[in-house]
């Protein structure tokens, strides 16, 4: 079973930045297109960014412009620099392939920003 770990959250003031990182268990990075997803509290998890085989990046409207999904097939871990945070960029950051999510869930990494 695949794992996957997020790392790199805190807590930031609101334009400050943050960059994440996920690492698999296998060598899946190459082989998947891969997301990145959010939930803060009270709503669904969405996506919000992804990147395919090809390298072609996908960001939703809330994100673009701001956030830059990269992987790094050799290191096997994927990222995501966040520039200009915003208090509504505060949740729970995910990885995982693109819609639909193929593995379990990882534990998550906790981005707040608040002044």
């Known amino acids: 079973q695949v794992q996957l770990v997020e790392s790199g959250g805190g807590s930031v003031q609101p334009g400050g930045s943050l960059r994440l990182s996920c690492a698999a268990s296998v060598r899946i990075f190459s082989l998947y297109n891969m997301g990145w997803y959010r939930q803060a509290p009270g709503k669904e998890r969405e996506l919000v960014a992804y990147?395919?085989?090809?390298?072609?990046?996908y960001y939703s409207d809330s994100v673009k412009g701001r956030f830059t999904i990269s992987r790094d097939g050799a290191k096997n871990t994927m990222s995501l620099q966040m520039n200009s945070l915003k208090p509504e960029d505060t949740a729970v950051y995910y990885c995982n392939t693109d819609l639909p999510a193929r593995f379990n869930w990882g534990q998550g990494t906790q981005v707040t920003v608040s002044s």
């Open positions: 990147i395919t085989h090809g390298g072609y990046t």
